[in-house]
């Protein structure tokens, strides 16, 4: 098992910036695919981020198009933790972040239903 905590969202003004941090604990989840996902009131859960493992060592980063360029992942294997580094925030990205993992090496990173592990979720709220 392993248990996520998500840890970083506030209120912030738009063009601010926030760090999200997605700590794992029970596993050590190095090779893990970890997501991002979020969801506004009233909307489905979107994809937004995610740091998948391929080839042994290398880690692959993949963004929705909507953040492309202002988000970055990022994983400390020395933490177990997974980052989402948020710039330029603009009210559109207000939602609750929640973290996501799974062991294997996830083929469709965007889909929700291929991950088993979720955390609690964040709230981020951008300011106009």
């Known amino acids: 098992q392993v248990q996520l905590v998500e840890s970083g969202g506030g209120l912030v003004q738009a063009g601010g910036s926030l760090r999200l941090s997605c700590a794992a604990s029970?596993?050590?989840?190095?090779?893990?695919?970890v997501g991002w996902f979020r969801q506004a009131p009233g909307k489905e859960r979107e994809f937004v981020a995610a740091?998948?493992?391929?080839?042994?060592?290398?880690?692959?980063?993949y963004y929705a198009d909507s953040v492309k360029g202002r988000f970055t992942i990022s994983r400390d294997n020395a933490k177990n933790t997974v980052y989402l580094q948020m710039n330029s925030l603009k009210p559109e990205d207000t939602a609750v972040y929640y973290c996501a993992a799974d062991p294997l090496d996830v083929r469709w990173v965007g889909r929700p239903a291929e991950y088993d592990y979720w955390g609690q979720g964040t709230q981020v709220t951008v300011s106009s």
């Open positions: 029970g596993r050590t989840f190095s090779s893990y695919t």
């Open positions: 740091i998948r493992r391929s080839g042994g060592s290398t880690d692959y980063p």
